[in-house]
């Protein structure tokens, strides 16, 4: 599932020299109040890495998100190829900001049962998207936009210092080869 702000939090609560995302106060260190199981947002992908790091986490591949996303059967959307609507994801402004991480589930879930890949918040992977212009890769869609754009199969590039008000970021735990 998605890291939410409670679970960003104990991060930056053991690494007092990171920055706290612009949504936050920053006096305090705190999200909003009735936020804590929502996701993290406006976090850039190095912000991602770091917490990665700390928690002994990784950010998937774009294969690995979507393949957790998708299943082997070639799906339109996390659940299966119906449109979504109110019951399956948060998108197309339809609640006007982020939503509790697992709000969907299971009738939005992949068909490996994970939460929230399609909507709520765009996610960072740890794929390039092009090397050269230097952007990541992120997946998932988020609550601002329409249902062809919350599609398990669309991509977008981002750089990897940008942290705005609809990404957010899932880890994973990194497989270690000749275990």
Known sequence: MPVTN???KRFLDANPNHRVPLNWDTMS????????????????WQDTKAFCDWAGLALPTEEQW???ARGTDGR???WGNEPPTAEHCNFNANVGDTTPVGQYSPKGDSPYGCADMAGNVWEWTA?????????????????YYNQE???????????PNLADYNIGFR?????VSGS
């Open 29 to 44: 260190r705190d999200y909003s109040a009735n936020k804590a199981d929502h996701p993290v947002i406006q976090v850039s």
């Open 149 to 159: 754009l919350v599609r398990v199969s669309i991509r977008v590039n981002y750089t």
């Open 127 to 143: 794929s390039w998207y092009d090397r050269t212009l230097g952007g990541r890769v992120l997946r998932g869609g988020s609550w």
């Open 76 to 78: 339109i959307w996390p």
């Open 66 to 68: 979507e393949k957790a």
């Open 171 to 175: 880890p994973v735990v990194p497989v």
């Open 6 to 8: 409670a679970q960003y």
